[in-house]
């Protein structure tokens, strides 16, 4: 056992049940770090498809189990700007007037961070051992850029990785189209966002596609797949924790699994 | 008559809406051309400007303020603009503001009204009404001008032609223009303004009211202000005898100061600009030894559903100061253009205000038609958490059963498991296994029931095989 901070890990829904690795990857990222890492049994989603969808009820309800299931930790992690933005920026507005959650809710808020910004801002760490062959580029996710503030640090810990070469992303900060229920909800406009973002990753001619959700990354994925782009997709911890040799996104998984 | 008797929305069509608009090349290529300009120019007038988010701060502030004491400052503003000569009429609904401005039309016999741009005409259908009554409306603002040619609505709240190319613009002024030389050269943007120019500048003396809007209105002196690049809205409201300005209640700020101050961080949010090349106050009408100006001087407040945003959580929306950043910055705003909105006020800020308006029931589709990407509230000068907003009316038709039953149908059986760990794991765990099974051969999955909303334009990554928390609670590790 280590004496750093004991966290907790909020998968999150689609890491769970899409793309376990990012998981592993971010336990290893935090565990190297100096961290004991945690994965509350009680999980399931932080709620945003019912928030979003106008569900304020079943959206108290789950956030309130998030509650209870984390708050005896030290630090509460996601692998997710925008699961992340929601424990820590709407839990505690969506129990505000609760005079039993409000300061719970509010204390578990302040305690919750997003991956790679928790390894930057609240451990401090600089520089992780990793080596990646070959040229990214970088899209922004939209709760992470805006709700948390996540620009810088994923790009210098990126720069830390051995063999990677990084190439800026036009329009880095706009939307991938994906937006939750959105993209299903309206197909047609939410296409035209990815198509619009495609052209841009393309441009880059980079090799290898990175972000910090997996909603937006499965987007993306999933355009570039079907438009028959070469370009291959991984979350950005994947690199970072040396598992960077995984199947991306969507690729076949060789048996494994 | 009730407003909604007179709104003509075409809101509830959206999704067929905004699909025609996407197919749209030419709107396609106008949208394409604007959004560098837009987004550039702003980003360019932030940067020279250090104060600028303090400015932004000061502005909400000033809204804030004036919101609270609402009542206060719409009295005082009133009292001035009596003392100066004028008149205020309060307009409740849209078809109030209607009848108060023929019956000024009608009192000077009026057979032709010069309009500077204004979204409350708009809002109100004011040309539609001074047709109907005999009565010539013509638009001086150049976009504005090559709509009324065209028959159309405004797709942008301060480019109102945005959604046309130049060749749409030659093609109508050709069709229009009959009395011009059918083999004059058309294809520069200023040929096509200088046409435009010496069309309209006849026009500026046969009017006897000019109508123009307000982007401000100033309790302090009683004054009004209309900023435009063009200055046609100085000739209409100058020149007629009978000037009306149409103002929505909330336009009022207390000082000429704070006015400055908003006018600080208006045309830099909205075109880039410092400042627009005419910002011109109207303070009543002619005074005696004035050497121009308008005879009678009249002020249509209107409220038309905005009061009834007050003290809700809608009240913030009332800040907006209809500079277009939201809609500049807004993907989806820039992949179907305004008209696909089907109403007035397009974009992030027409998402909020259109349901507080017309209602969550005719408009509902548009607080839902956003991915919360946050841009539009990035951007607002007036900090108006427009995303935020989007969701509550989205919480009004949830509670209200107007979500289609699908979704909710959807909902609930998600939120179900949601709430139940265990049986969520089992559920999840099971079918990840057997998405996993098919896209086995090649990772991902072209076509999955009852997911064609995504694989209708993409392919479904395949799960990697068993869930996070199955593998982890097996003992497996890093």
Not at chain 2, 72 to 99: C, I, P
Not at chain 2, 111 to 130: D, F, P, R, T, Y
Not at chain 2, 234 to 246: G, N, R, W
Not at chain 2, 427 to 442: D, F, N, P
Request: aromatic share 6%; charged share 25%; proline share 5%.
């Amino acid at each position: 056992m280590s004496d750093g901070p004991r966290v907790a890990l909020f998968v999150t829904c689609l890491v769970d049940l899409f793309r376990p690795s990012v998981g592993f990857a971010a336990v290893k990222l935090m565990q190297d770090a100096g961290c004991t890492v945690e994965v509350p049994e009680a999980q399931t989603c932080c709620g945003q498809p019912a928030y979003n969808s106008g569900d304020r009820k079943d959206t108290i309800v789950i956030a309130r189990q998030v509650i209870a299931a984390f708050e005896e930790f030290d630090y509460v992690v996601a692998p997710s700007g925008s699961c992340a933005g929601m424990i820590s920026k709407h839990y505690p507005e969506l129990l505000a007037d609760d005079p039993d959650w409000a300061d719970r809710a509010t204390a578990l808020g302040a305690r919750t961070h997003e991956l790679i910004s928790f390894l930057t801002d609240v451990l401090s760490i600089e520089k992780v051992e990793a080596a990646f062959e070959g040229t990214v580029t970088y899209h922004d996710s939209c709760s992470g850029l805006r709700e948390l503030g996540i620009h810088a640090q994923p790009r210098s810990l990126l720069d830390g990785v051995d063999g990677l070469h990084l190439r800026e992303l036009e329009d880095s900060n706009v939307c991938c189209g994906f937006g939750g229920t959105f993209c299903v909800k309206y197909p047609d406009i939410s296409n035209n966002m990815v198509s619009n973002k495609m052209e841009k990753i393309v441009a880059t001619g980079a090799e290898t596609l990175l972000a910090g959700d997996m909603g937006c990354l499965m987007n993306m994925a999933g355009k570039l797949q079907r438009d028959g782009a070469n370009v291959r997709v991984r979350h950005v911890a994947e690199v970072l924790a040396g598992m960077g040799d995984e199947p991306a996104i969507g690729e076949p998984q060789d048996g494994k699994g | 008559m009730t407003t909604s008797s007179t709104v003509h929305s075409t809101s509830r069509n959206f999704k067929n809406n905004a699909r025609d608009q996407l197919a749209n090349e030419d709107l396609q290529a106008a949208l394409n051309k604007a959004r560098g300009h837009f987004v550039d120019g702003r980003a360019t007038a932030r940067d020279n400007l250090p104060e600028f988010d303090d400015l932004r701060d000061q502005a909400r502030g000033i809204k804030d303020h004036t919101l609270e004491h609402l009542d206060f400052y719409l009295e005082a503003y009133e009292e001035k603009v009596v003392e100066s000569g004028g008149h205020v009429h309060w307009a409740r609904t849209a078809a109030d503001a209607q009848q108060i401005v023929l019956d000024i039309c009608r009192s000077v016999d009026a057979k032709q009204v010069n309009k500077g741009k204004s979204m409350i005409g708009e809002e109100i259908e004011i040309n539609k009404a001074l047709e109907a009554d005999g009565i010539r409306p013509i638009e001086t603002d150049l976009g504005e001008y090559i709509i009324q040619l065209r028959g159309e609505l405004p797709s942008h709240i301060i480019a109102p032609a945005v959604h046309l190319t130049k060749a749409q613009v030659e093609a109508s002024f050709r069709e229009n223009h009959t009395e011009l030389d059918e083999d004059r050269v058309l294809e520069e943007p200023l040929s096509l303004l200088d046409e435009a120019r010496t069309i309209l500048r006849k026009k500026y003396f046969e009017a006897e009211v000019g109508i123009t809007g307000a982007n401000l209105l100033i309790a302090e002196t009683g004054s009004s202000i209309i900023v435009t690049n063009e200055g046609n809205g100085d000739l209409s409201q100058l020149i007629p005898k009978v000037h009306i300005v149409l103002a929505s209640l909330e336009k009022i700020v207390p000082t000429l100061e704070d006015a400055a101050t908003i006018l600080r961080v208006l045309a830099r949010s909205a075109t880039g600009q410092e400042f627009s090349s005419y910002t011109t106050l109207s303070t009543g009408p002619k005074r005696e030894g004035d050497p121009d100006g308008p005879e009678q001087y009249h002020v249509i407040l209107l409220d038309n559903g905005r009061t009834d945003m007050l003290g809700t959580e809608f009240e913030e929306m009332l800040r907006c100061i209809r500079c277009g950043a939201c809609m500049n910055h807004c993907p989806v705003y820039q992949s179907v253009g305004g008209h696909a909105y089907g109403w007035v006020y397009p974009g992030p800020m027409g998402s909020v205000l259109s349901p507080g308006l017309i209602g969550v029931d005719e408009a509902g589709h548009l607080p839902n038609a956003s991915s919360f990407c946050g841009r539009c509230e990035e951007v607002c000068p007036m900090h108006i958490p427009l995303p935020k907003m989007m969701r509550h009316w989205r919480e009004r038709e949830f509670e209200s059963h107007l979500s289609p039953g699908s979704v909710r149908v959807g909902l609930g059986v998600w939120s179900f498991f949601a709430r139940r760990p265990r049986l969520y794991q089992l559920a999840t765990g099971l079918q990840m296994r057997m998405l996993s099974w098919m896209g086995r051969k090649r990772g991902r999955l072209s076509s999955v029931p009852l997911a064609k909303g995504w694989t209708k334009y993409r392919e479904l990554p395949a799960p990697q095989g068993r869930t996070f928390q199955s593998r982890w609670r097996s003992g497996e590790r890093v």
